[in-house]
């Protein structure tokens, strides 16, 4: 899978490209990501990427070229899914995590400042927002989207792993204990430690109903 991110700031990826699964991902060529500062794609002097807003109003917005330029340099075969993170999109979720893993060449265009001229939003499939709440641009969306994205690629992450975790089936996971056995007065189920299988697994799957009915009644509607 290919990745490419447009954002005017390269080095707030620095970490998340450079650490654990991620970096051992690309590392493998499992993934291919490249970090594009779409502020090269300016033809203007000085490199400007945001102007005034016409009819007035507080605040700079991106301006169309730049962003325009980068995508039909990097999108020649028109063949990229391209998602644009704005906190009046789509709400992302484990189900669009799960679709992103399978697509071939993904591009995310981190917006910036007080929004974006409205005509770039007709170069997006789809417009994505983490959460109802406003950050001061796409770059850490964008992170937890790849993040969420690429450990569901083939290979990444184990499949067993996988297989239980929350959001799978529309329910969180089980509760999981290691040792000891018993810390603070606080034991770890009886039933885990009985070396009975058939118990547990019927233990587990109770126990995710039980917690999703309780934390998150949503899921099961
Ligand atoms: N940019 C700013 N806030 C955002 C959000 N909540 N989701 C996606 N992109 C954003």
Redesign the pocket.
């Known amino acids: 899978m290919k990745i490419d991110v447009l954002t005017l700031f390269p080095s707030m990826f620095d970490g998340f490209l450079n650490e654990s699964i991620i970096k051992r991902a690309i590392e493998k060529k499992q993934v291919e990501i490249n970090i594009i500062n779409f502020r090269d794609y300016s033809k203007l002097n000085n490199k400007m990427v945001d102007d005034t807003i016409y009819g007035g109003g507080p605040g700079m917005l991106l301006r169309c070229e730049p962003i325009f330029e980068c995508i039909d340099d990097i999108n020649k075969d028109n063949d990229a899914y391209i998602v644009l993170?704005?906190?009046e999109?789509n709400k992302?979720n484990q189900a669009k995590a799960k679709k992103y893993s399978k697509i071939k060449h993904l591009i995310i265009i981190?917006?910036h400042y007080e929004g974006f001229d409205e005509r770039i939003k007709t170069l997006a499939d789809e417009e994505?927002?983490?959460?109802?709440?406003?950050?001061?641009?796409?770059e850490i969306?964008s992170m937890a989207i790849m993040d969420a994205t690429i450990r569901l690629i083939d290979g990444v992450i184990n499949k067993e792993s996988l297989e239980s975790e929350s959001f799978e089936d529309n329910l969180l996971d089980y509760p999981v204990y290691t040792k000891p056995r018993v810390y603070r007065g606080m034991e770890v189920p009886p039933v885990l430690v009985s070396g009975d299988h058939k118990k547990i697994d019927k233990w587990r799957e109770e126990k995710r109903i039980e917690k999703t009915k309780n934390k998150r009644p949503d899921l099961m509607e």
Do not use: H
Not at 128 to 138: A, E, K, M, P, R
């Open positions: 993170l704005t906190p999109g992302f981190c917006g994505v927002s983490i959460g109802d709440f406003v950050l001061t641009g796409g969306p």
